[in-house]
């Protein structure tokens, strides 16, 4: 199982981005996939998930404002991320749970200036 996040940069608040994570080893459809993130001196906090059956849901402090979503030709899952706040600069991770273990990828970097 592996998982490659990709997308994260610089962008100035309001504005937006979109992480994307690909996948090899597992079906995304056939697991429930995640985006976690972690501000520079915080803990890790989970941002979204979407289940195996297409179920999803964020964290409150970016609802109406990031989706994720999945592709099934593709493997991959995303993150769509709009009305970028200060608060959300983290290093931004994408994982899923395969027989019940969760993995991770390496994380991108998000920066939101203001």
């Known amino acids: 199982v592996q998982l490659q996040a990709s997308g994260g940069g610089l962008v100035q608040t309001g504005g937006f981005l979109r992480l994307s994570c690909a996948a090899s080893?597992?079906?995304?459809?056939?697991?429930?996939t995640r985006w976690y993130r972690q501000a520079p001196g915080k803990q890790r906090e989970w941002v979204a998930m979407i289940t195996i059956g297409g179920f999803t849901n964020v964290v409150d402090s970016v609802k109406g404002r990031f989706t994720i979503s999945r592709d099934n030709a593709k493997n991959t899952m995303s993150l769509q991320m709009n009305s970028l706040k200060p608060e959300d600069t983290a290093v931004y991770y994408c994982a899923a749970v395969v027989r019940s273990a969760e993995y991770w990828g390496h994380g991108t970097l998000v920066t939101v200036s203001s």
């Open positions: 080893g597992f079906v995304v459809t056939a697991n429930t």
